[in-house]
C-alpha cells in the first residue's frame, strides 16, 4: 500500500515537473476548439450570458428581485458551476478515455492529462471573469473582489483536480458512468441554489442546502466576486469535502492508477 502512495505521489511530482508542457497544451485546446470562430472563447461567456439573463429574469420575477442585484448573483453562481463543479461531472467521465491513444503510447504521468483539463478550465474562467464584471458595470452593481478569491479558487482547484482523477478513473472502468453522471450533474445544478435563495429551503428541506458540499464550494467563489467574505459555514465545509476527497483521490489513484492504460 504504502509503495502504491509512493509511486502516486512521483506520478503528481513528474506531472508539476512538466507544468511547461500541460500548461501550453491547454492553452492550444482552448484555441484549436473555436479556430476559425470570430469570437473564440467568448462564446461560452455569451452562453453564460443569455442563461443567467433568462434565469434572472424568470426567477427575479417570482422571488421578487431586481435585476440589478439578482443578476450578479445568478451569474457569479453560474460562472463557478459551469467551470468548476459541472464539468466534474459532465465532462471528467472522458478524461482518460478521450486520450486513450496518448495513454497507450507515451509515459507520460497520468496527472498530466488531468493538470491540463483542470489548465483548461482555468483558462475558459479567465474569459468568463471579465465578461461578469462587465456585466455587472452594465446592471450597476460592480463590485471590487473580496481578496477571498484567492484561497476561493485554491480550494476549488483542487477540490476539481481530485474529484476528476477519481471521476475519470471509474468511468474508464465502468463506462456506464459517462452517461449517468451527466445526468446526476443536471439533478445538482437544480437542487444546489444557483439561482435561488438557499432562505426559500425551511424546515426539514433546509438539509438540501446546508449539507450539499457543492453549496458551500459555490459560495466560496460567488461571495468574494460579489464583494462579500464568504461565510464561515462555507469555507469549514468546503474544507471538509476538499479533505474527504482528497483521500478519495489518494486511495483510488494509489489503487488503480497502473490499471488506466488497460481500462481506456
Known amino acids: 500500500m504504502f509503495n502504491s502512495v509512493g509511486r502516486a ?67 457569479a453562481g453560474y460562472l463557478t458551476w459551469i467551470h468548476f463543479i459541472g464539468p466534474t461531472l459532465g465532462e471528467a467521465p472522458e478524461l482518460f478515455v478521450s486520450v486513450s491513444g496518448s495513454i497507450r503510447n507515451h509515459a507520460f504521468p497520468f496527472m498530466y492529462y488531468v493538470l491540463r483539463y483542470v489548465t483548461r478550465a482555468l483558462i475558459l474562467l479567465g474569459h468568463s471573469l471579465v465578461v461578469f464584471y462587465i456585466m455587472t458595470l452594465c446592471v450597476r452593481n460592480f463590485h471590487f473582489p473580496n481578496w477571498q478569491i484567492i484561497p476561493a479558487l485554491v480550494v476549488l482547484t483542487l477540490f476539481t483536480t481530485f474529484l476528476s482523477t477519481v471521476v475519470g478513473i471509474i468511468s474508464a472502468r465502468y463506462r456506464d458512468l459517462r452517461f449517468m453522471l451527466p445526468y446526476v450533474g443536471q439533478m445538482l445544478f437544480f437542487v444546489t441554489p444557483i439561482f435561488w435563495s438557499p432562505h426559500a429551503m425551511n424546515g426539514k428541506r433546509a438539509i438540501l442546502v446546508h449539507a450539499n458540499p457543492f453549496y458551500h464550494l459555490l459560495e466560496l467563489l460567488r461571495q468574494p466576486l460579489l464583494g462579500q467574505p464568504a461565510p464561515l459555514n462555507s469555507w469549514l465545509n468546503a474544507l471538509i469535502a476538499l479533505a474527504a476527497v482528497f483521500v478519495l483521490w489518494l486511495v483510488t489513484f494509489s489503487a488503480f492508477r497502473r490499471k488506466i492504460p488497460f481500462w481506456v
Not at 43 to 60: Q, R
Open 9 to 75: 505521489m512521483q506520478d503528481v511530482a513528474s506531472a508539476l515537473k512538466a507544468w511547461h508542457i500541460w500548461s501550453y497544451l491547454a492553452w492550444q485546446d482552448v484555441i484549436s476548439k473555436y479556430r476559425r470562430s470570430i469570437f473564440g472563447p467568448l462564446w461560452i461567456s455569451g452562453g453564460m450570458i443569455a442563461t443567467s439573463l433568462a434565469l434572472s429574469i424568470t426567477f427575479g420575477a417570482i422571488f421578487r428581485q431586481p435585476i440589478s442585484s439578482f443578476l450578479p448573483l445568478v451569474m
